[in-house]
């Protein structure tokens, strides 16, 4: 148990420093993502499956698909060991989660949003590393 717990506050290290698409502040400072959302679960020999709930601003935020967005890429680049990754928000907290779930837990869609210059421009800055 000890080894998922530190996994999971690695996870949480790389993905609490993304900024809001709207916001100066950062995830963890909005409390869209806390300690406590993420679980990580050993799934195979130094796999591991990393679940991630977070809660929108606003119950209607239409940036929701996009923060999910940033977790994923970030998440796909920085994290050093291998995973399968499952971003959900957390129940009750949107007006369409079932809808975003989907569209951020599949390769497709993500790969086609990426491939729109004005998504990817918006989730690099979120992303980037706070100087």
Excluded: W
Excluded at 84 to 98: A, C, M, Q, W
Aim: net charge negative; proline share 5%; hydrophobic share 35%.
């Amino acid at each position: 148990r000890a080894m998922e717990h530190d996994r999971a506050m690695e996870v949480y290290d790389i993905i609490r420093t993304i900024r809001d698409p709207e916001k100066p502040n950062t995830l963890e400072e909005l409390e869209v993502v806390t300690e406590n959302c993420v679980e990580v679960q050993e799934i195979g020999e130094d796999e591991y499956l990393v679940i991630i709930r977070f809660t929108p601003t606003v119950p209607h935020c239409s940036l929701a698909t996009l923060i999910g967005l940033c977790l994923r890429i970030k998440l796909q680049r920085c994290l050093p060991f291998r995973h399968k990754l499952e971003i959900y928000i957390s129940e009750g907290t949107h007006s369409t989660e079932e809808d975003i779930n989907k569209q951020i837990n599949d390769k497709e869609r993500v790969a086609a949003a990426m491939e729109n210059p004005n998504l990817r421009e918006i989730v690099e800055q979120c992303v980037a590393e706070p100087d």
